[in-house]
């Protein structure tokens, strides 16, 4: 198999991976924060803070797989 070829079959598969991971990440996270949100009402605004931060970092890392997957497709 040809390095391209390669390539042009790993790159979606890798962002598609990228994705699902953040999709699954993100969804367990907000999960914990709605259930936390509920067990103490209080305390909402600093579980939001902290839930958006790190759904934050999780999408970085998808962007990053991204960027990462647009810079190897220049190789194809």
């Known amino acids: 198999m040809e ?4 390539l042009a079959f790993s790159l979606p598969l890798g962002l598609a ?3 699902l ?3 699954l ?3 367990k996270a907000v999960a914990a924060a709605l259930e936390a949100t509920g067990r103490q009402p209080e305390a909402s605004t600093k579980i939001l803070v902290n839930m ?3 759904c ?8 990053y797989a991204l960027v990462f997957g647009f810079s190897l497709m220049g190789k194809i």
């Open 3 to 6: 390095p391209n070829t390669a």
């Open 17 to 19: 991976l990228a994705a």
């Open 21 to 23: 991971g953040c999709g």
């Open 25 to 27: 990440g993100l969804g």
């Open 52 to 54: 958006m931060a790190g």
């Open 56 to 63: 934050a970092l999780i999408e970085a890392l998808t962007l």
